[in-house]
């Protein structure tokens, strides 16, 4: 499942579960010629991080190679990180790997648009929702 989990990875890497979160500042911040104030509350989004060519070679391709390797820390942050690292984050992944383990192994599927466009208001979403076609694999 190893494969499974770099694909999981990936795609939580383009479309993060969680948008960012807020985080205090707790040292006056200078930056481009603007002062964050000790204080202040400032929003992170992961999209900052996970779209970043510093951290991810060419971030706006699907690659789940790049998670053969460990990535740099706190630069992939689908859960968040370090001591706000979400409590549901084991789980979720072994939901994930059981949920697409049972739907390749049982069904068969298809897109029904397969060249829908993805808006983007503020997140990325499918224009149409991404109906698919499903249905179980015969014996």
């Known amino acids: 499942m190893k494969y499974t989990w770099q694909v999981a990875r990936e795609s939580m890497r383009i479309f ?3 948008f960012g979160s807020f985080r205090k500042a707790i040292d006056d ?3 481009d010629g ?3 104030p000790r204080g202040w509350k400032v929003l992170w989004t992961t999209y900052g991080t996970h779209y970043d060519e510093e951290y ?3 971030p706006l391709s699907f690659n789940p190679g790049r998670f053969e390797e460990s ?3 706190y630069a992939f942050l689908p859960f968040g990180g370090g001591p706000r690292l979400c409590a549901g984050y084991q789980l979720a992944k072994l939901n994930i790997l059981v949920f697409v383990h ?3 192994t049982r069904y068969n599927w298809s897109l029904v648009t397969p060249e829908e466009p993805i808006t ?3 997140l990325p979403f499918p224009s149409l929702g991404m109906p698919i ?3 179980p694999k015969l014996a």
């Open 120 to 122: 983007i208001d503020p």
């Open 71 to 73: 990535v740099q820390p």
């Open 102 to 104: 049972y739907v390749v």
């Open 29 to 31: 911040i200078e930056y």
């Open 16 to 18: 993060p579960p969680i």
């Open 34 to 36: 603007y002062t964050i």
């Open 56 to 58: 991810f070679q060419d």
């Open 133 to 135: 076609k499903i249905y």
